[in-house]
């Protein structure tokens, strides 16, 4: 039996690549200093990142049209503020509010893992982020990509197999010659389904300090790394 | 009157980032020497491009399905070759000359007149290459984008407007906010009937040399360069 090597390396985003929740929190509070709101910031973000998957889902399962993950992001926080102390949001703070995911911080290993890596594969994001957010978060982490997949150059969200299969198809290459890294198991064991080799990448501190992640049994991905700097070091 | 700035630009890329006669006549001759095959490279490669367009406007026009470039050219090289000398390829061969097309030369002036153009904007190519060959194009380049836009990932090809626009609405703009840059006036006129903004950069040996190519009149695009250098020195 013979295995073909990899050739390309898709990476989840939010995350898996950058520190959605202390970016989002750093960047609210400098937004309502400047503007002297207070509020539960940290509580507002996580309720954020709770109606994330619930508000794609509703595009999924086809209850709602096509939305990019701006418009998406802004149904869900205009919700939401007003229950973390934010009332009166106009249409400009709501944009400033969903831009705020546009510019978020890689963490500390990301962008020269991300280098090493280029270096011997074809490096892209996988994200339900959309093509011109993804770009904008790139060039401000300061990442280069060989390719750049956002959910709209599908139309469909993860973890739907148009997105796993589309990218591979756009690669050139088979299932087995792509493998999905990311920090959430059912992303990986989406892409497992559609043939993708999969490298689960733990991000304990995803969802804040002092949280307990459960990590997946060993071997249940191809796998596994303690952050990319260490999937460089393996296979870079 | 307000003129929005320019966020993004679009390059052609046959003929307008890399060398494409020049890159394929110097891989046939080293692939020739490896088989002792004699024949008329230079005359099959501008058969070939004189091919190019046509089979395109056979998927542009309905006539067949969509097919990728690497599909549309194979079948092109392998009815033009046997007329320049070049008898009884089979499969494997096909496909190395295809794929020449995925590793062609950038003019002097491109890699470093990119790495200025995206410290400002972002820049990705537009090309009726598709996304796998252009991705490997860079690479074996040594050039950075922010975002590949392949033929792929509308299945359409230039001049059709969806990829103009299907590049412009990926990328978050206005078409009046992306520029096209291009050595060839059909593919800038469609892109203006998009509302994009143009760039005519010259390539004289695009052809090969001692050929007179006809410049556009004066006015007839926003911008007109010498070559990508002149253009990044310029907006860059």
Avoid at 168 to 189: F, I, K, Q, T, W
Wanted: proline share 6%; with cysteine.
């Amino acid at each position: 039996m013979s295995v073909n090597p990899v050739r390309a390396l898709l990476f989840d985003t939010f995350g898996t690549v950058v520190d959605w929740r202390g970016g989002l929190i750093a960047q609210m509070q400098v937004w309502a200093s400047a503007r002297e709101v207070q509020a539960d910031w940290a509580g507002l973000v996580d309720a954020w990142r709770g109606a994330y998957l619930p508000s794609m889902d509703k595009v999924r399962t086809g209850e709602r049209k096509w939305a990019d993950l701006d418009v998406l992001q802004r149904d869900s926080v205009e919700m939401l503020a007003p229950k973390f102390g934010v009332d009166g949001l106009d249409g400009a703070a709501l944009d400033e509010l969903v831009h705020m995911w546009h510019e978020l911080p890689p963490w500390p290993d990301a962008v020269e893992a991300l280098r090493v890596l280029r270096a011997r594969y074809v490096i892209a994001p996988l994200s339900n982020g959309h093509v011109a957010l993804l770009v904008k978060l790139a060039k401000t982490a300061g990442i280069t990509w060989d390719a750049v997949f956002g959910a709209d150059v599908f139309r469909h969200y993860k973890p739907d197999p148009e997105t796993y299969l589309g990218a591979v198809s756009l690669l050139g290459c088979r299932p087995s010659e792509v493998m999905l890294v990311a920090c959430h198991a059912s992303d990986l064991e989406a892409a497992a389904d559609c043939g993708l080799r999969t490298c689960y990448v733990a991000r304990p501190l995803e969802y804040g300090p002092g949280r307990t992640l459960k990590s997946p049994p060993p071997g249940r991905f191809d796998m596994t790394a303690a952050d990319l700097g260490e999937l460089a070091a393996s296979i870079g």
